[in-house]
């Protein structure tokens, strides 16, 4: 690691400068990415002719949602490969800085209106974004030493960039939209998006000391070889023929759903068949047991995101076509209204944050498993809103904004409580060695949540929306439930680790009394 200089050693507000590079970066894309989120589904169903916002694509609701799934998975899957390439090949700092450029090429592509265009826009915005996504996380922790007390805070700090730019995204896009059209909004995205391009570049004086690549020795024992663990599946028998099985699977799914799902069955093949190897080579039980852990916290993800990435498919749907979104004689564009999710988290992060903390400090369940389980309950309860929301429009012909209000209140509470805390738990219990890749996984399996909202928000069109909002109820319910049942003997095989953080972390917080204790 190169030495320090007074350059990054610079501090604002007790924070390392490079944080706040960081920060507006990641805003900046998260902007975009937001945008993008809320209008595409919106762009693909407006019928051709007949609109003030220019024309769309004319797609019926079931094809829309079908894409919308594929992109928003394929958006985070794309970061297992894109953090490998800067593991193994060019480093965090260069893919961020390459993520970042191709982003802005696949907005700047989106602003065409030619059919080959919108294709080539998204692709390039999901290579994009595979690159940056994962590696400018890694680095926001580049900036602390081990042990630093600022580094809890510091994450949040980023994340707060997260929501800041979804809220600007969110609040701003609807209204140049209904202004100037579709392609406007596109190229609002692509403008921000350039934007934090400048700003990293900018930044680099404030970031020399973190994702730089460092080729490792051959005697480097955290180098990492993708290749020797796959090699090895030819001496580990139940690995293998749980690798074959899969694969046969996958071959089947190609044949009857199609080569999209074949490629992504055979993609996630090699990751299981990756996972699995990696659960062979470590060295003791506990790791095993917390990897095996790590893993079945993924399930909960994927049902999480599922059921809460309705918000820019089924839902955004709803409410453009069954809401009343009058508000003293003004008609409230429908992507404002994924804005309430980023200034929910912006107002009530804190908050729900310092509830877990004294919690735990009284001696209550607070574990991460648990934090996570609630989170999937909570959300669920969400859907509750809306199929009265249902009901109402049922009955009347239109329902009240105020349904999507709670409904977005009760997602961003069960956010806060599986989003930032599966992130740290990635990092308690993920081999050091594999940290980088564990937390690719995590984000393909939001990604795969995502998927799994298409398909769900497809469904709607056989069933109807209430129909698939109440078992969206019943099913988040369960899965919390189970995981809650299930959750002492999950927690025994994580071995203590967050007791062990506990008792380390809270003789060094300031700001809490443990006069409970």
Not at 49 to 77: C, F, N, Q
Not at 350 to 378: C, D, N, P, Q
């Amino acid at each position: 690691m190169a030495t320090v200089t007074e350059q990054h050693q610079k501090e604002l507000f007790g924070q390392p400068i490079g944080l706040y590079i960081l920060f507006l970066t990641e805003m900046w894309e998260r902007f975009s990415y937001y945008g993008m989120r809320a209008l595409l589904v919106l762009y693909m169903t407006t019928e051709t002719i007949g609109d003030d916002r220019g024309a769309g694509l004319g797609w019926t609701s079931k094809e829309a949602l079908a894409l919308y799934g594929w992109y928003t998975m394929l958006v985070y899957v794309m970061s297992i490969p894109g953090g490998m390439i800067a593991d193994k090949l060019i480093g965090q700092k260069k893919a961020v800085l390459v993520g970042a450029i191709v982003l802005c090429l696949g907005h700047g592509v989106l602003v065409l209106t030619d059919i080959w265009a919108f294709y080539t826009g998204l692709g390039l915005v999901i290579l994009g974004v595979g690159l940056l996504k994962p590696n400018i996380s890694t680095m926001v922790g580049g900036l602390y030493k081990e042990g630093d007390i600022r580094r809890d805070k510091g994450f949040s700090i980023f994340y707060i960039g997260i929501n800041l730019g979804s809220l600007l995204a969110t609040m701003i896009v609807g209204l140049v939209v209904a202004e100037w059209g579709w392609h406007a909004g596109f190229g609002l995205a692509g403008i921000v998006m350039v934007l934090g391009l400048i700003n990293y570049l900018y930044g680099q004086k404030y970031l020399t000391h973190v994702g730089n690549f460092v080729k490792p020795t051959k005697d480097d024992p955290n180098e990492i070889s993708y290749g020797k663990l796959y090699s090895k599946l030819s001496s580990a028998p139940t690995q293998l023929t749980f690798t074959i099985i899969l694969a046969v699977l996958s071959g089947i799914g190609w044949y009857y759903l199609g080569w999209g799902y074949g490629l992504l069955f055979l993609f996630l093949t090699a990751i299981a068949a990756l996972l699995m190897m990696i659960y062979k080579e470590l060295d003791s039980q506990a790791y095993k047991d917390r990897f095996l852990v790590l893993l079945l916290s993924f399930i909960m993800v994927i049902i999480f995101w599922g059921a809460f990435e309705q918000a820019g498919g089924l839902m955004n749907l709803y409410t453009e076509t069954n809401t009343d979104r009058m508000l003293f004689g003004w008609e409230i564009p429908t992507v404002m209204f994924q804005s309430l999710n980023a200034g929910f988290i912006i107002l009530f992060a804190t908050g729900v944050a310092g509830y877990w903390a004294k919690r735990k400090l009284k001696g209550r369940e607070a574990s991460s498993l648990f934090k996570m389980a609630l989170g999937i309950i909570i959300m669920g309860f969400g859907f509750l809103f809306m199929v009265f929301a249902a009901m109402e429009f049922e009955k009347s012909g239109s329902s009240s904004m105020i349904w999507l209000v709670l409904a977005y209140l009760f997602h961003t509470i069960g956010e806060l409580c599986i989003s930032p805390v599966a992130l740290s738990f990635i990092t308690k219990l993920a081999p050091i060695k594999y940290a980088s890749l564990m937390m690719g996984v995590y984000f393909a399996a939001t990604g795969l949540g995502n998927k799994v909202a298409g398909i769900v928000g497809e469904s709607a069109t056989d069933y109807g929306e209430k129909t698939i909002f109440a078992g969206i109820v019943i099913f988040t319910v369960i899965i919390g439930g189970l995981f809650i049942a299930i959750l002492k003997p999950l927690k025994r095989l994580t071995h203590g680790v967050e007791d062990q953080e506990r008792d380390l972390k809270y003789e060094e917080a300031e700001g809490f009394e443990l006069a409970d204790n």
